[in-house]
């Protein structure tokens, strides 16, 4: 996924054409995004976005698969999720034809990605458990060296509740690890909710 909004401007026999592209978790963010980067000037604003198995595209008045679409292609193509591109056409005076707006507006949105800073999608699985407070510094230190995050942390009369994520590819590894570190007492449990997120540079 893009770790940051990219942005790429070409000119193509005389159109601008300008790529916008931004990181997004839901449809509504990638909605609110081709609002806000849309030039009510312009002569046309073509986007598509994927998330996960949503997808959408809009060619923005121009014949029906020569934009949108193509943009949609080159987001699946390049291997991002969670990506919206949004490409804005200012005309030049010269037609380019179906096939030459396919690759002027697929061509664009896939120089744009091509140049743009991305980060791996690690799954991540979100486990609650409690520990003694004799074992909540030891278990703290060992889970931040195995990329695990702490969410939230509760602390009763004697026990303290940990709420945390961990890359689903070491989850197996992490509850051993609790387990180990609390002799058997602690009771894991999945918090079931299916997500990603980005990690890394």
Same mark, same amino acid.
């Given at each position: 996924?893009?770790?940051?909004? $990219?942005?790429?401007?070409?000119? =193509? ?8 592209? $931004?990181?997004?978790?839901? #449809? ?13 000037? $312009? ?7 994927? /998330? ?15 934009? @949108?679409? #193509? /943009?949609?292609?080159?987001?699946? @193509?390049? @291997?991002?999720?969670? +990506? ?23 061509? +664009? ?5 091509? +140049?743009? #800073?991305?980060?791996?999608? =690690? ?7 409690? *520990? %003694? ?14 990329? *695990?995050? /702490?969410?939230?942390?509760?602390? %009763? ?6 709420? /945390?994520?961990?890359?689903? $590819? ?10 180990? &570190? ?5 009771? &894991? ?10 990690? %890394?540079?």
């Amino acid at each position: 996924m893009l770790s940051a909004p $990219a942005m790429l401007e070409r000119e =193509v026999k005389k159109s601008i054409f300008l790529a916008q592209a $931004a990181p997004v978790a839901t #449809p509504a963010e990638a909605m609110e995004f081709i609002a806000s980067v849309s030039d009510p000037d $312009a002569t046309h604003n073509c986007w598509a976005y994927l /998330i996960g198995q949503t997808y959408r595209s809009d060619d923005a008045g121009e014949p029906g698969g020569t934009a @949108g679409r #193509p /943009i949609l292609q080159v987001i699946e @193509g390049q @291997g991002f999720d969670r +990506t919206v591109v949004v490409v804005t056409r200012w005309f030049g005076g010269t037609k380019l034809g179906a096939g030459g707006l396919v690759r002027a507006y697929g061509g +664009t949105a896939a120089e744009c990605l091509r +140049t743009a #800073p991305r980060v791996p999608i =690690v799954e991540m699985a979100e486990l609650t458990f409690g *520990c %003694g407070f004799s074992e909540h510094a030891l278990l703290r230190a060992r889970l931040e060296a195995m990329d *695990c995050q /702490i969410v939230a942390e509760e602390f %009763g009369a004697d026990s303290v509740g940990l709420h /945390i994520t961990v890359p689903a $590819a070491r989850e197996a590894e992490v509850r051993t690890r609790i387990t180990d &570190i609390t002799r058997g007492q602690a009771t &894991i449990r999945a918090v079931e909710e299916d997500g990603a997120q980005g990690v %890394g540079a």
